[in-house]
């Protein structure tokens, strides 16, 4: 019967734990979707200076942290996570190698395909959102 109960309070204190971390979850965005956020601007605007024909903004270098940032605790990431992000991150480099407008705009369209490519793998309900930004 002893053991009975403390089976029981077991159980309680996990479930406990678990609505407070999931509800902890809930109440602000993490800071991926910060992050997120940040580079979907990000891509519109240089979707704009492209069509005006400005030059590229100053590299987003806060993007590095794609790889270490914490993603909602209750989404699975899968282990290509690093892949994807490192395919990111390379991506971006070779955007800004672009040497011609043409280039440029075909580096871009790489780079879109690139959040894409993440996307379907570890959360598809942006992509709409995202696919409106490639370059005829
Ligand atoms: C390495 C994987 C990866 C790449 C690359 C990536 N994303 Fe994401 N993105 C995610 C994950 C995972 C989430 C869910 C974050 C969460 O809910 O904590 C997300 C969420 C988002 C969201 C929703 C944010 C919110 O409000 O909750 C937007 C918008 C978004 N991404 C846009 C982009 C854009 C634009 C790019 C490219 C510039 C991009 N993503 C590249 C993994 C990625």
Do not use: W
Request: hydrophobic share 35%.
């Amino acid at each position: 019967m002893k053991s009975m109960s403390r089976n029981k309070s077991i159980i309680f204190l996990f479930s406990l734990f678990a609505l407070l971390s999931i509800s902890a979850s809930y109440k602000k965005p993490s800071q991926m979707a910060k992050l997120m956020k940040k580079m979907l601007e990000y891509i519109k605007e240089e979707k704009v200076r492209i069509e005006k024909s400005e030059p590229l903004t100053a590299f987003p270098k806060y993007f590095k942290k794609l790889s270490t940032v914490k993603v909602t605790k209750t989404k699975d990431i899968p282990a290509e996570h690093q892949h994807y992000s490192e395919k990111f991150l390379h991506d971006l480099n070779v955007y800004y190698t672009s040497s011609n407008p043409e280039q440029r705009k075909s580096n871009f369209n790489l780079l879109v395909q690139s959040c894409i490519s993440c996307h379907e793998q570890e959360c598809p309900g942006p992509i709409v959102v995202i696919k409106k930004n490639f370059m005829e």
